[in-house]
């Protein structure tokens, strides 16, 4: 069954470093997102993208996140200089065509801002 | 804007117990309701899903009715097994956009 990974699973990293989490979405897929659950803490949006650009962001979405698709087949979330705050599981998800609400999730990469 | 709102975790049960897990929300317009669960080392996934008021989803011997009356989706089984040993999302979307909103999560134990 097609499913979407991530990796890295676990990412330890200083505050004011740079990091690129990345996803494999379903092949097929059109539609991709970033959530991201701070330990306790509810599944907070980050952001979708579609054709590729951004369809929609939220406010924690700032200047220090960016995503991309560089290829074909990945899609990565870059936070160019890390907070202490930004630690946290982050989740790729994507759809297809179909908006049914159903989005695939991967198993997130959990990152550590030391 | 909108809100979804889980009871505290976690919840230990035994093997074939009753499951209750309750979920509230506050929306704008008429959401669809959603349950999603993540089993340890996988990603969230569709558990069961409702469109429109008095609506039930099921799924894997798990249910959820809509209730516009009380702004409420509370998950339910009959019967618990270990293997339901997961942590379980409630979520609803508004409109065409197809961003969820999500509550905590709660991590449910099954112990045998």
């Known amino acids: 069954e097609p499913e979407v990974t991530q990796t890295p699973s676990h990412q330890v990293t200083q505050m004011g470093q740079e990091v690129i989490l990345r996803c494999v979405p379903i092949?097929?897929?059109?539609?991709f997102y970033w959530y991201r659950q701070i330990l306790g803490q509810k599944v907070e949006f980050l952001v979708s993208?579609?054709?590729?650009?951004?369809?929609?962001k939220s406010e924690i979405f700032d200047d220090q996140f960016s995503v991309e698709r560089p290829d074909g087949s990945n899609f990565t979330l870059k936070i160019r200089s890390t907070k202490l705050e930004d630690s946290a599981m982050y989740f790729c998800?994507?759809?297809?065509?179909?908006?049914?609400?159903?989005?695939?999730f991967g198993e997130g990469s959990r990152l550590t801002v030391l | 804007g909108n809100s979804v709102t889980q009871m505290e975790g976690p919840v230990t049960l035994s093997e074939e117990a009753f499951l209750t897990i309750n979920c509230t929300y506050t929306?704008?317009?008429?959401?669809?309701l959603f349950w999603y669960v993540q089993y340890p080392g996988e990603g969230l996934q569709l558990l069961l899903k409702?469109?429109?008021?008095?609506d039930k989803g099921s799924n894997k011997g798990f249910e959820a009715t809509y209730r516009k009356e009380t702004t409420s989706f509370h998950l339910e089984k009959g019967s618990v097994q270990v293997s339901d040993s997961a942590v379980y999302f409630c979520?609803?979307?508004?409109?065409?956009?197809?961003?969820?909103?999500f509550g905590k999560g709660i991590t449910l134990s099954v112990r045998p």
């Open positions: 993208f579609y054709n590729n650009e951004i369809s929609e």
């Open positions: 409702a469109t429109k008021a008095d």
């Open positions: 929306a704008t317009g008429y959401p669809s």
């Open positions: 998800a994507s759809r297809g065509t179909m908006n049914t609400g159903e989005l695939f």
């Open positions: 979520a609803l979307k508004t409109g065409a956009n197809s961003k969820l909103t």
């Open positions: 092949s097929n897929h059109l539609y």
